[in-house]
């Protein structure tokens, strides 16, 4: 069962604003930790992680794989939805039921309710790795918020404004956290600082984030 003092700004009881229609909903994943982790390594025995090539030529330090209808991936071409992943020709993994429902009540919690994600990209941090500042645009929904969910070791996650070049508030992700963002705060910048090793006791030197989006 939830409990709202799981996963409340543990002075005022209500998840934590970020911006006029963004919150952190602290250990908000925790009661279903016991079903990501084997959801996700199921995810990615199908379709393991890997690095992929930015635009700009860049490998990306993150290594990432998606489940659900559409997975996001990038090349030399550009970014972009697809149906399938471009390793193995196959449709993505489907999303996990556990997924969506975390999704959902999430998305509901945060004030966007009927939430229905048809994305979900993961992403895999080792130590070191990083996500700089950028925007989730390559959604056709802009209407729907991103679910954002941490696992693992913590990490300094930047959310700044709609330049780039806007200062960012500094937010530490822990184990368990979700950041639910949308409306007007939907298309800003935002990015993750290199990870420092701080091994997690369930998840040794990693990070795993795992955001939603309704892409189609
Ligand atoms: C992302 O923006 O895709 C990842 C954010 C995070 O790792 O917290
Ligand atoms: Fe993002």
Known sequence: MQTLDLFSDPISGQPEPMGPRAFLLRGFALPRV???LP????????????HMVTPGGFTMSVALTNCGTLGWTTDRHGYRYSRTDPASGLPWPAMPEV?????????????FPRFEPDACLINRYLPGARMSLHQDKNERDLD???????????AIFLF??????????????????????GGPDRLRYHGVLPLAEVPHPVLGSQRINFTFRKAG
């Open 34 to 36: 016991d079903e990501l």
């Open 39 to 50: 959801a996700i390594g199921s995810v990615s025995e199908a379709a393991p992680f890997r």
């Open 99 to 111: 997924f969506s429902a975390l999704a959902r009540e999430a998305a509901d919690a945060a004030g």
């Open 144 to 154: 729907a918020p991103i679910v954002s969910v941490s696992l693992g070791m913590p």
């Open 160 to 181: 700044g404004g709609h330049q780039r070049s806007d200062k960012a508030a500094r937010l530490e992700l822990h184990h368990g956290d979700i950041a639910v963002w």
